[in-house]
């Protein structure tokens, strides 16, 4: 029997019920939202022309394909955050921009995180630009990818590798400082100076 559009709020108002209770049950900890589960059953339905022999079994079946379709889709689909993750399965957010830049590990995966991961960074890349004296570079030093030695450190900066240590030390206070008036932190971690 062909679909008419005098059929359509007979058809919906009938099937609802069952459609809403197989796709609850059909996403049931799959993450596939239950209402775009029923969404795309109704979508079927209307790309069939037909109203089927037997609705209630149609519309059963036309539930778990359209399960299964959005579960493959779900797993082919990489959220963004993925996108930045390492081999240990940490994401990466750069610290300082352009070469030698640091990275800071987020697990958040929502658009939300990223923004405030952002916002974050762009407060500890303004504060290391602030601090004074060697401050900023042995900053960029200590986080750099390259993963230097205290050496290796010391030897860019010209600094002897045994200052190094207490400079680090008061360069890191002074950026707790900064960072707490900048960016509200909950409490302070570790020993302050």
């Not at 008419?4 to 459609?19: N, W």
């Not at 979508?43 to 089927?52: K, T």
Request: hydrophobic share 35%.
């Amino acid at each position: 029997m062909d679909l008419q559009k005098a059929d359509l709020p007979d058809l919906f108002e009938t099937l609802r019920p069952l459609l809403a209770a197989e796709a609850a049950a059909e996403t049931a900890g799959t993450g596939v939202d239950p209402d775009d589960l029923e969404q795309a059953v109704w979508v079927r339905l209307l790309e069939h022309r037909r109203i089927p022999a037997e609705p209630a079994d149609w519309l059963r079946r036309a539930v778990r394909g359209e399960a299964r379709r959005a579960r493959r889709r779900a797993r082919r689909e990489v959220p963004y955050d993925s996108r930045h993750r390492s081999a240990d399965g940490h994401g990466r957010h750069a610290v300082h921009g352009g070469p030698g830049a640091g990275t800071r590990t987020s697990t958040g995966t929502e658009p939300e995180d990223a923004l405030l991961h952002g916002e974050e960074n762009r407060a500890l890349r303004s504060a290391v630009a602030r601090l004074p004296g060697r401050c900023p570079e042995l900053m960029r030093a200590l986080l750099s990818p390259r993963d230097l030695t205290y050496r290796e450190i010391a030897g860019e900066l010209g600094i002897s590798q045994g200052s190094l240590g207490p400079v680090r030390s008061r360069c890191l206070g002074c950026l707790r400082r900064m960072l707490a008036v900048e960016v509200a932190a909950p409490a302070l971690r570790g020993m302050e100076r």
